[in-house]
């Protein structure tokens, strides 16, 4: 059975759950991933991309031309990664028992299929999130939903982002037209704030910090955030959701 996706889609979907870029390590920030496992299921039309670990869960969805059983497989997202440099245009790849076939003009491989992703756990949690309201993930409501586009809550990480932590707070004042990014190093000797205005106004306030550079996920569309005060943080696009645990400052 062979599958046939644009590599530009399927490279966007990878490389956005793999979400690649630096993290909090410790009192040092390093550059790292969630994770180098990729669960994929295909149905209805389209192939779900999954990833997570124990403190997030993300998933980017593609259409394409799929109507048989449902099929769902796991591979190496670094192995394949070095191919898709040199795949143009389409691929096509084939499940086996035991591997993934990968195709592109006359460029092919064979990777080995994973037998079971690690943190499954929170995956599961959001592959049945609803985002109607009240939003809900697990028994925490996330009841402030701040609707901006994507670049612009980007563009406030990646500035932020100088600061060098990697790490983020997220502030909203119930009501207006505005929210803050914001970033400082442990014993405040630097520190950076870039506001991003908000398409709708949200009657609840929301403050919360977070370790990820979700800049890499958004997209240039209108994007929206559940969440509240140190609560988890559930980002979504018209093909993308991702739902990340706070960061607990200990200092």
């Not at 998933?59 to 990664?81: A, E, P, Q």
């Not at 586009?149 to 119930?174: E, H, M, P, R, S």
């Not at 970033?183 to 000797?189: C, F, I, L, R, Y």
């Not at 520190?191 to 205005?197: Q, V």
Request: charged fraction near 25%.
């Amino acid at each position: 059975m062979n599958i046939t996706i644009e590599v530009s889609d399927f490279k966007d979907a990878v490389e956005a759950v793999w979400l690649k870029g630096k993290y909090k390590s410790s009192t040092t920030s390093k550059t790292d991933v969630v994770s180098n496992s990729c669960l994929c299921i295909c149905r209805n039309n389209r192939i779900e991309f999954y990833n997570g670990n124990d403190k997030s869960a993300l998933n980017v969805n593609k259409i394409i031309d799929y109507s048989k059983d449902d099929l769902m497989f796991i591979f190496d997202i670094g192995k394949v990664m070095k191919y898709l440099k040199v795949f143009k245009e389409t691929m096509t790849f084939k499940i086996t028992d035991s591997n993934i076939l990968l195709k592109s003009g006359n460029s092919s491989a064979r990777i080995a299929k994973l037998v079971e992703h690690n943190n499954f756990g929170l995956i599961s949690r959001i592959m049945n999130i609803s985002l109607e309201p009240p939003v809900i993930f697990g028994k925490t409501e996330l009841d402030c939903r701040l609707l901006f586009q994507g670049n612009d809550f980007a563009n406030a990480i990646k500035f932020c982002n100088n600061v060098g932590t990697a790490t983020f707070k997220l502030n909203y004042i119930a009501g207006q037209d505005t929210a803050t990014i914001s970033s400082q190093t442990m014993h405040k000797t630097e520190f950076a704030k870039k506001e991003f205005p908000i398409i709708n106004r949200s009657e609840k306030s929301m403050t919360v910090e977070f370790s990820a550079p979700l800049d890499k996920f958004c997209i240039d569309e209108p994007m929206q955030i559940f969440g509240g005060d140190d609560k988890p943080l559930l980002l979504c696009g018209s093909d993308r959701k991702m739902i990340i645990a706070p960061y607990i400052n200990d200092r």
